[in-house]
Every structure is written in structure tokens, then in C-alpha cells.
């Protein structure tokens, strides 16, 4: 099985392709190989893709259940060191894109361009109290509440009222990064988002692209939070990403 000993974490982790590395950073609630199902074929014929299951995550494994998005970021940076990953290409969906921002901040040597999907850059706590268990199980959201048991049984160790508190504690505090802390990111970044991304849009891409130093933006028209997934626009987001990509080579 696809397992590494990261810190304190059994890391989960497919690793499909050949070129430079890109590592995929998936969204709350989701794990790696769901999150981008509509982008493995497209990139695993370019690049080196791995597909990482994070802290509180999917098939991940640790005895603490503590995560948080900066402690997912170091881990991502230990998952590097042990792979011998000296520079890697990264892409991050919601949570996962918050990741990457602070991957970029902390460790800029490490990160030859940042892909972010459905982020503002900054926290948007809205609609966070809604997937506490308490208001799961009163709105009557059993399937969800089992999609989460069944998903992430290895990580949670069957406590699903403790990952979805701390799904909800991270929604409502991550990413807490600074204006200046962003404009240290460096790297070539790729912004998308949706049009109809409550989370992010054009108005608050086009903001977080004017605080980095060499950021572009795709707003995908029609699209929500998911416009890399099936039923929204993948074909477009992955060609996008993939020329980018091919752009800025990791020198």
C-alpha cells in the first residue's frame, strides 16, 4: 500500500506519471483521489502527479485527530523531503489551495508555481456552523454525515463528530495569512475560481491576484465552487492549468 511515514503521520499517497512533480492538495470533506478525479488522466501523461490524502483525512492514519491548514502545510513539506521532491509544481482545491498559500509563504524555495482553485486567500467563515454534528443530524443530513464516516474512517478513527468539529474550527479560521504575507509569494501563480463561487468569484480572485507578485487569473463562467470537476468546466480548467504549467518549467 501506498504509505510514508511523514512526522507523526502514516501518509496515504498515489503516485501516477512521469516528469516533474506536481502534488494535488484536496478540499475539505474530500480526499485526494476525489477531489481530482477529473484530472488525473489529462495530467498524468505530463507529470509526475501525487495525489496526497492530508492530516484528518481519507486514508491518512495518526493518533493525534488534531490537523489544522498550517500543519497540513509543514506536512506536505515533510511528505517533500522524504520523496526527495527538491522543488514541485502544486495544486490546491479550497482547503487544499489554502495550503499552497502557505507552502508558498513558508517555503518559497520549495515551490516552482501555485495553482489554486476556489480561494479567496482569505477565511470565509460563512456557512461553516451548518456542518457541525449537532446541525447535521437536526437538518436531517444522515447521508452526508455517513458519506463522512465511510470516507475518512482510517483518519477519524470512527470519531466523525470530532473531524467535522475540526473541519468546521479550520473553515472558520484558515487561511489567516496577512496582505504582506501574500505579497512574499513569488512563485508564477494561477488563480481560478468560478463565477458563482460564493467562496471566492471574480471580484475577490482578481483581489488576491493584485496582492501577488506574478499572478494570473481564469474565472470560469457558469461555474461554482467545483469548476475543475465533472458537470462544471474540467476540459477548460485542466488545458489552462497544463499551459501554464508548461510556461514555467522547474529550472
Known amino acids: 500500500m501506498p504509505y510514508i511515514q511523514v512526522h507523526d503521520l502514516e501518509m496515504f499517497y498515489e503516485q501516477m506519471g512521469t516528469g516533474e512533480p506536481v502534488i494535488f492538495l484536496h478540499s475539505h470533506y474530500s480526499r485526494s483521489m476525489l477531489a481530482f478525479s477529473s484530472q488525473i488522466l489529462d495530467f498524468q501523461s505530463h507529470y509526475s502527479c501525487y495525489f496526497l490524502d ?5 486514508r491518512t492514519r495518526c493518533r493525534d485527530l488534531d490537523w489544522s491548514t498550517p500543519r497540513i502545510a509543514e506536512d506536505v513539506a515533510g511528505f517533500m523531503d522524504r520523496m526527495n521532491i527538491e522543488r514541485a509544481h502544486l495544486i490546491g482545491y479550497s482547503m487544499g489551495a489554502g495550503v499552497g498559500l502557505y507552502l508558498a509563504v513558508n517555503h518559497p524555495g520549495r515551490i516552482a508555481t501555485l495553482t489554486t482553485i476556489g480561494t479567496s486567500g482569505f477565511c470565509e467563515p460563512a456557512g461553516a ?3 457541525e454534528p449537532e446541525q447535521l443530524l437536526a437538518n436531517q443530513q444522515q447521508a452526508f454525515i455517513n458519506q463522512m464516516i465511510e470516507r475518512h474512517q482510517e483518519a477519524h478513527q470512527g470519531n466523525w463528530q ?3 468539529r475540526q473541519t468546521v474550527q479550520d473553515w472558520i479560521r484558515y487561511p489567516d495569512l496577512t496582505e504582506e504575507q501574500l505579497g512574499s509569494i513569488t512563485c508564477p501563480a494561477l488563480l481560478i475560481s468560478g463565477e458563482h ?3 471566492a468569484g ?3 480572485t482578481v483581489k488576491l491576484a493584485s496582492l501577488l507578485t506574478d499572478a494570473r487569473t481564469l474565472i470560469v463562467q457558469g461555474a461554482g ?3 475543475h470537476m465533472l458537470r462544471e468546466q474540467p476540459i477548460l480548467v485542466n488545458d489552462t492549468i497544463l499551459e501554464f504549467l508548461a510556461q514555467n518549467p522547474i529550472h
Open 225 to 227: 465552487h467545483r469548476p
Open 129 to 131: 456552523g451548518e456542518y
Open 197 to 199: 463561487d460564493p467562496f
Open 202 to 204: 471574480e471580484d475577490r
Open 54 to 58: 492530508l492530516r484528518g483525512h481519507g
Open 162 to 164: 470530532y473531524y467535522l
